[in-house]
């Protein structure tokens, strides 16, 4: 079955440390996506990346590093200067040129 | 500034009976807009999509209308059923890198028996 996986679904951190969460696709897209989701907001963009060992930042950055060394993995760091890590963490993919992403299930981070 | 907007945080609808979902957007550069449904705990699916070249576009209950110049699209389903309770997101992409998405801060629709 392809699709995409986030792992784990609820991450529980004390605050100051950070914290990886995991993306994996086995749909062969080449871009990689990750989001942010808090409640009663539409989904904001943290960082994107077209190709392997190639990424930008979307419209939340501050706070998120990424790294894309494998095709297949795109795992986001939520360090410790992210003022407001609790969220709702949503990952996706897409084939460059096509505009629907597909997304994984979702990793929900508490910060306390 | 929000470029796409639900206005409507929420709306509940009778079985058997239309769900529209409205959107608006201010950006003219949007050219490709997109629904997805989202169950609690769970990431978006998508729903159904429209290019800019097109007014309307139809999938089974679902139907996307498109009014370039009005900025606004809306999503109708019918008949309505329970299992569509869920919350809707619109988005939208236009020129630029990697063809972003901005999404709407989404309606959550419930169907009532």
């Known amino acids: 079955d392809g699709g995409i996986t986030q792992s784990p679904k609820y991450l529980f951190r004390k605050e100051g440390q950070n914290v990886t969460l995991s993306c994996e696709q086995n749909?062969?897209?080449?871009?990689m996506y990750w989001y942010r989701q808090d409640p009663g907001q539409g989904l904001r963009l943290i960082y994107y990346s077209q190709i392997v060992n190639d990424f930008q930042k979307g419209d939340i950055a501050e706070g998120y590093s990424v790294s894309r060394e494998k095709k297949e993995s795109f795992p986001l760091t939520v360090t410790s200067a992210q003022k407001n890590p609790t969220a709702f963490y949503l990952c996706?993919?897409?084939?460059?040129?096509?505009?629907?992403?597909?997304f994984g299930p979702g990793t929900r981070l508490t910060v306390t | 500034d929000q470029q796409v907007k639900q206005n409507s945080p929420s709306l509940s609808v009778q079985e058997g009976r239309i769900s529209i979902l409205n959107c608006d957007y201010t950006?003219?550069?949007?050219?490709?807009f997109l629904w997805y449904k989202k169950y609690p705990a769970e990431g978006p699916t998508f729903l159904i999509s429209i290019s800019s070249i097109k007014d309307k576009n139809e999938d089974g209950r679902f139907t996307v209308f498109l009014n370039k110049s009005a900025k606004h699209l809306s999503l109708h389903i019918v008949p309505s059923q329970p299992g569509d309770s869920a919350v809707y997101f619109c988005a939208a992409s236009g020129a630029g890198s990697a063809r972003q998405l901005t999404f709407g801060s989404g309606t959550q629709l419930t169907v009532l028996p």
């Open positions: 950006n003219s550069m949007f050219d490709y």
């Open positions: 996706a993919s897409s084939i460059v040129v096509n505009y629907e992403q597909y």
């Open positions: 749909l062969n897209h080449d871009a």
